[in-house]
């Protein structure tokens, strides 16, 4: 008998647990899709049935870049959101733009969406390769306009993503160039931020004569060299906006370049660099100048607010702490031409509604608002007011630059927006590099760029 | 009267049979895209402005009458290798010569062979940036730093027209030179023991031994590790588009630099195919005239 019982108890154990591990696995499952659910669904997502495309697979096609990989962390809880797949691929800028364009211009469709520049705007926008994302904006059935509020874009932010009336991209970076300065050798020599180039000049000088007399050991001034136009090139024609000159006029086909103006750009520009730079620059880009702003040898340039991460990064900056920040030296009419990223939906792209879930997603206030902290150049302004935000950046000071530049020191329309933008600031940065490294003078060089952009039907305005 | 072989059918064509996968692989991978590149070469194909449209030669006139860019790439690509395979080849053919001699120890020679694989382990595009970053550099690299403790002004790449080509091509011997040197090494110490003795029973000197003995019997492998090295620095591009840029101005801008940047910063696909195809046919132009002169 006891035999028996015992026997009948094991038989019923063994019943019991077959029958409960599909269920315990399954309860697990759904446990793991809750936490992923609650993960995207983390936060106010609006009335909006996110679950309408599910099952389907958008591939995404970024540059790798610090707020690229905030969104990488974010694409799971996107999935568990929206029940879709995404192939999330981060390249290098360069290559992301070759292989964005040729699958664009192929018309195959085989990435839904991608990163956009503002300065490569026109390069997609103007042969129409990029959807009008108004239609999705203003769908019901996809955006729920409350909650998305497209308002809470400052003007000129959201201005930039638009090309012949057409919104071709929703901005999910403002970016634009400060000033960096070093706080404390500023405080040493009692100097105070430039604000016209005239200052700047005098205060490049004076840092200069410091390193001379041995008060300290950074080199007053650094700017981009390198060849390229998205090299030295963009800060070139970046320099030249700030000072209220256009090197071309790619509407009425005119050069600049050769102008008084034009060579007043060029001669500061490149005086700037071989007066007070540090010896054997002309090859430099971004990155040796952000690591020599780090190392503690350079007093001051200007760079991009996005950099302030690595800046006050303390286990990789000798200055973490040590930086201002203001708006960059402006002529009374001169603004800087904004930089930022959008998402834009490949006009081809046979999945456009569903790609469009994933732009709402990445550029709404609440994502935003989630991620924001965490590279710090948001482009909805609501989010320069949160206290997560507010906290995470390096001080007041950085915020109010950043919130002068979006209301009022960027261009959002400015002359160098252009799908010949490549070509032309290439060839003038070239002539540029050709007086860095003293091969011409500024007039040759100019009148050499001239020559070479007469042969793509620009006319010489002087 | 009919032909006899020693052969049947079969045997006769198997080796076309064999030969045919290959042959498949070099025709999908080099001709076709070669014919593709001279379909495109014939229109203005615009990426940021479509459709293509067919203009016969006129990319290949403009060219070659009127882009004095193209020129100067086309010259600087053509000096460049020329002036770089010589230089690896005298300098390798010596440090092989020397790795071989048997009064060198074994273990050394092994270990500096070992030591000249390095660069082939080094992917180009880290290798370019650690000459950019590390070595050249005035502020970071070590070399200006070494130089300033002799009292030796440092060396700005990016000064004048002459530092920035010297500087690519030092480069190049640094990370090719070895290719060269193993290869030559190999060929040197197969050469049989008994002709080096045959020739020193004959009296024959130090240069007499290279220059009668063993450039001779090594030939056909000097002429592959030249026409191999020539054609790697006619296409040479990551270490001058990492270094240079191109620049100073146009100065170390290639054939290669020219052709990506026409085709991917002006989306010039038509006159950056146009430029690559010329580029082809001088490639091969040279390469036959080379083994045709050598008679390999």
Known sequence: ?462 | MATTSAYNRDDRTFPYIAIMPVALIVLLLGAVPAGYTFLLSLQRYELINPPAVYIGMKNFVTLLTDDPRFVHALVFTLCFALVATSLELVIGFFIAHLLADREVSHFFSSMIRTLLLVPFVVAPVVASYTFKTLIYDQTFGYLNNVLKLVGIPGVDLFHGSIAAPIGILVMELILRTPFIVIILYAAISSIEVSIFDASKIDGVNWAQNIGRVIIPVIRPIIVIGCILRFMDALKMFDEIYVVTAGGPGYVTENLSIFATTQAFTYFHMGYAAAAAFLFLLVVVFLVALFMRRIRL
Not at chain 1, 427 to 432: F, G, T
Request: glycine content about 8%; charged content about 20%; proline content about 5%.
């Open chain 1, 1 to 462: 008998m006891n035999r028996t019982i015992r026997r009948g108890i094991v038989v019923f154990l063994a019943v019991v647990a077959v029958c409960a591990m599909p269920a315990l696995l399954f309860a697990g499952g759904s446990q793991e899709q809750k936490a992923g659910a609650a993960s995207g669904a983390n936060g106010n997502w609006g009335n909006v049935n996110w679950q309408q495309f599910k099952g389907k697979t958008l591939n995404v096609l970024i540059t790798s870049m610090p707020v690229a990989e905030v969104y990488k962390k974010q694409i799971a809880a996107f999935e568990a959101l929206t029940g879709m797949k995404v192939n999330f691929e981060l390249l290098n800028d360069t290559d992301r733009r070759k292989k964005q364009i040729v699958d664009f211009s192929s018309h195959m469709g085989e990435y839904d969406l991608g990163n956009i520049g503002f300065a490569n705007r026109e390069e997609f926008a103007q042969p129409g390769y990029l959807a009008d994302l108004a239609a999705y904006v203003n769908n019901p059935k996809l955006t729920d306009a409350a909650w998305y509020n497209i308002g809470d874009y400052p003007k000129d932010i959201i201005a930039a993503g638009y090309s012949n009336g057409k919104l071709v991209y929703i901005p999910f970076t403002a970016e634009f160039f400060l000033l960096w300065y070093r706080t404390d050798i500023f405080k040493q020599l009692n100097l105070s931020p430039p604000k016209t180039f005239d200052d700047l000049r005098a205060t490049a000088a004076k840092l200069d004569a410091a390193r001379k007399a041995g008060q300290i050991s950074a080199y007053a001034w650094v700017d981009r060299e390198l060849p390229g136009s998205s090299e030295a090139g963009w800060n070139l024609f970046c320099t030249a906006n700030r000072m209220n000159v256009d090197f071309l006029n790619y509407k009425a086909m005119t050069s600049n370049v050769a102008t008084p103006q034009g060579k007043s750009v060029l001669t500061f520009y490149t005086s700037m660099i071989k007066d007070y730079a540090p010896p054997g620059t002309g090859n430099w880009s971004w990155g040796e100048i952000a690591q020599a702003f780090k190392s503690g040898q350079i007093a001051m340039t200007v760079g991009g607010n996005a950099s302030y991460t690595y800046l006050e990064d303390p286990a990789q900056s000798k200055v973490a702490g040590k930086v201002g920040y203001a708006p960059p030296p402006m002529t009374a009419e001169g603004r800087d031409p904004l930089w930022e990223w959008g998402w834009g939906l490949n006009a081809d792209s046979k999945n456009k509604d569903a790609a469009w879930l994933f732009v709402e997603w990445a550029t709404s206030p609440t994502l935003m608002n989630q991620i924001a902290p965490e590279y710090g150049v948001p482009a909805r302004k609501s989010v320069y007011a949160a206290p997560g935000f507010i906290k995470a950046m390096p001080g007041q000071q950085f915020i109010d630059a950043e919130l002068f530049m979006l209301n009022q020191g960027v261009n959002p329309d400015p002359g160098l927006i252009n799908a010949k933008y490549g070509e032309t600031a290439d060839i003038i940065s070239k002539e540029m590099s050709n007086i860095i490294a003293g091969i011409k003078n500024v007039d040759q060089a100019a009148s050499d760029a001239d020559a070479a952009l007469s042969k793509l039907g620009y006319t010489p305005a002087h």
